[in-house]
């Protein structure tokens, strides 16, 4: 698999603040850029996803930047709470045949916001 | 949203023998799942991915004859690692495609966690 590397490998915000998360991936074949949450025991639950054809795609305090020429995306979480302290994941795939669903992960951030 | 479910969400089994577990596409049915494993503090990786009436495609350097992959039916995927050793013990989860609104994304189970003593 082609990899995707995420940083940083942890992060302390503060309540209120902004964390940010970025990935970088190699395979210009990749067009599905999914970001998941887990916590500890859990499965991976989506966030929020973006295509390459946009830019920036906002749901509630999530925000995901894409810039396709840098072959880079970010993760914004605004008015970060305590409740969102958990382990992010970015992941990109292909769309088409066999690729669909099939995720490449980045070795994950553990995010911990302090009240 | 799709819901995918698996069975059981921890067991120990003692080492050498087998221990299978389950992946359900509980709302829609699923051609394609895909098998997850995570050990403590690092990613998810993919191990397998199984199609339904066909045989798993595996992942390079993961043993098709210890981890065995069935999907006999478009809303079950089953895992069953055979002679299960200590250093098989992970966190093992699925996913499966729901192509809701021609979406690309993959919906995953709530995860097994395996302990092999």
């Known amino acids: 698999q082609q990899q995707v590397k995420q940083s940083p490998q942890s992060l302390i915000v503060q309540k209120g603040g902004i964390s940010i998360i970025n990935c970088a991936y190699e395979?210009?074949?990749?067009?599905?850029f999914p970001w998941y949450q887990q916590f500890p025991g859990k499965g991976p639950a989506l966030l929020i996803a973006?295509?390459?054809?946009?830019s920036e795609k906002k749901e509630g305090r999530f925000t995901i930047s894409f810039n396709k020429s840098a072959k880079q995306f970010s993760l914004h979480i605004m008015d970060s709470q305590p409740g969102d302290s958990a382990t992010y994941f970015c992941?990109?795939?292909?769309?088409?045949?066999?690729?669909?669903?099939?995720?490449?992960f980045g070795q994950g951030t553990i995010l911990t916001v302090h009240p | 949203g799709a819901v995918v479910s698996q069975h059981p969400s921890w067991v120990i089994c003692k080492s050498g023998t087998s221990v299978k577990i389950e992946c359900r596409s509980l709302d829609f049915q699923a051609t394609t799942m895909f098998w997850y494993r995570q050990f403590p503090k690092q990613s998810l990786m993919l191990m397998a991915t199984?199609?339904?009436?066909?045989?798993?495609?595996?992942e390079q350097g993961v043993e098709k004859d210890k981890f065995l992959i069935n999907h006999a039916s478009l809303t079950l995927s089953t895992l069953t690692v055979t002679s299960a050793h200590p250093e098989d013990s992970s966190f093992y989860i699925c996913?499966?495609?729901?192509?809701?609104?021609?979406?690309?994304?993959?919906?995953f189970g709530q995860g097994t966690r395996l302990t092999v003593v």
């Open positions: 199984s199609n339904e009436g066909s045989k798993a495609t595996y």
């Open positions: 395979n210009t074949a990749f067009d599905y």
């Open positions: 973006i295509r390459p054809d946009v």
């Open positions: 996913s499966a495609r729901a192509p809701l609104r021609g979406a690309t994304e993959a919906f």
């Open positions: 992941a990109a795939s292909g769309a088409g045949g066999t690729s669909y669903g099939k995720l490449t």
